[in-house]
């Protein structure tokens, strides 16, 4: 492909999938970096890193930059960020929707009592769930978190049994109902196709 490079900002808990989607699709041109997705735990550091980022992709040459998140907590802020710098975001309010496909998760009626793990929460269930909300140290407080919930909805990007054992798991500890849904990289390609 000949198109020009863009910089892709991204949130690390997407590298993988974003990496996967260039490849099939032959994206030769996108550049991607990627910010902590420990961030998800602190939204308000999202923004101005997405900020400090666009401004060293200019200082590096990029004319095209695109971001490779969703509003993603940041109550606004990403999206004031990205209008003010003149770049584009993946559309959506968080990676489970865009991996749903964005029209597909709006349409689901048993979001709110759902808890939601992607490839890359399944495989860090421990370091992004466990351990941040103390249940390591503190077992009682998982249902005073997860007391309202009534199932962990897997939305897998790829078929992997290993993954869908820790996704059980997961459910498992939580006490919730397990369900899996296949949902492949949802509106991830689109975006990335036309960043």
């Not at 198109?3 to 993988?16: D, K, T």
């Not at 820790?166 to 939580?174: G, H, I, N």
Request: with cysteine; hydrophobic share 40%.
């Amino acid at each position: 492909m000949n198109a020009s490079p863009v910089r892709v900002i991204g949130c690390g808990a997407l590298a993988r999938e974003i990496l996967d989607v260039c490849r099939v699709n032959r994206l030769d041109h996108v550049d991607l970096i990627c910010l902590p997705a420990i961030w998800h735990n602190r939204p308000e550091l999202i923004a101005p890193g997405v900020r400090k980022s666009i401004a060293e992709a200019r200082e590096a040459g990029f004319e095209r930059i695109f971001v490779a998140y969703a509003e993603c907590g940041t109550q606004g802020e990403l999206d004031k960020v990205c209008l003010e710098e003149g770049v584009g975001r993946i559309e959506g309010p968080h990676c489970f929707s865009f991996f749903a496909g964005n029209d597909a998760f709006a349409a689901m009626e048993d979001d709110i009592t759902s808890f939601f793990l992607t490839d890359f929460l399944a495989r860090q269930f421990e370091a992004f769930v466990v351990e941040p909300l103390g249940l390591d140290r503190h077992p009682e407080l998982r249902d005073m978190y997860f007391g309202n919930y009534r199932k962990l909805v897997y939305l897998s990007q790829n078929e992997d049994t290993d993954l869908q054992g820790r996704a059980r798991q997961a459910a498992d500890f939580l006490g919730l109902t397990y369900e899996y849904r296949l949902t492949g990289y949802g509106d991830l390609t689109k975006a990335l196709q036309s960043a």
